[in-house]
């Protein structure tokens, strides 16, 4: 079956530069999040699309955007990039929230230098 | 403070052996879901319970909610050394045809030996 599909794997960047994290939901799921875990540290949510509309907003940092396609992708696009932002970036997708289950990518492990 | 609080933060048990992991949270949810992580790898869905469920099974995984009490509990039985990883507790907000948000705790880290 097909899972939620993160690109880059590993992405190394340098202080002050610009990364794009792309997420590829399961087919039919309308909602996606994205988390970012720092070493050691639990999953903190960033934000949520339901239907192509930004639903909810965690602790995402000004320098951070994300949107989602038409085709129901997401982008995560993250700016003037610090060393704290070394970190796995999750993304999920879900049905119908609130009844079922989110289906977590295999994540993106950025470092930045 | 965090909505899922995990205890205990570590649990080292032998194969064969059950394992117990509690998770409180704060504020009223739809539904409860335990992840599994591997290190370094993505969380894997093990068990969703809804709010007005108290007891869910799955295989060797059973899993209580005490709305009352804001807290549920994550019990493996007869545990492999294959289910040495970190499990999480997220509590699931929001309406149907909403999106909200998971919120997850600090998780468990289980090592299970030989």
């Known amino acids: 079956a097909a899972g939620v599909i993160q690109s880059p794997r590993h992405l190394i960047k340098e202080k002050r530069e610009t990364a794009t994290l792309k997420c590829y939901p399961i087919?039919?799921?309308?909602?996606v999040y994205w988390y970012q875990q720092g070493p050691g540290q639990d999953p903190q949510f960033l934000i949520s699309?339901?239907?192509?509309?930004?639903?909810d907003k965690g602790s995402i940092p000004d320098r951070f955007s994300a949107q989602q396609f038409s085709d129901y992708h997401s982008e995560l696009n993250m700016s003037s990039l610090e060393l704290g932002d070394s970190a796995l970036y999750f993304c999920?997708?879900?049905?119908?929230?609130?009844?079922?289950?989110?289906?977590f990518g295999q994540g993106t492990r950025l470092t930045v230098v | 403070s965090q909505q899922g609080e995990e205890d205990p933060q570590a649990l080292s048990i032998q194969e064969g052996e059950n394992a117990t992991m509690n998770c409180s949270y704060k504020?009223?949810?739809?539904?409860l879901q335990w992840y599994r992580q591997n290190s370094g790898r993505g969380l894997v869905h093990l068990i969703l319970?809804?709010?007005?469920?108290r007891e869910k099974h799955s295989g060797r995984l059973r899993v209580t909610l005490d709305t009352s009490k804001k807290s549920s509990s994550l019990l493996i039985t007869a545990s492999r050394a294959a289910d040495t990883a970190s499990y999480f507790c997220?509590?699931?907000?929001?309406?149907?045809?909403?999106?909200?948000?998971?919120?997850f705790g600090t998780g468990t880290r289980l090592q299970v030996t030989l």
């Open positions: 999920a997708s879900s049905r119908q929230l609130g009844v079922s289950e989110a289906f």
């Open positions: 087919p039919r799921h309308d909602t």
């Open positions: 699309f339901y239907e192509k509309m930004q639903s």
């Open positions: 504020t009223s949810i739809n539904n």
């Open positions: 319970i809804r709010s007005n469920e």
């Open positions: 997220a509590t699931e907000r929001g309406g149907v045809g909403t999106a909200s948000k998971l919120t």
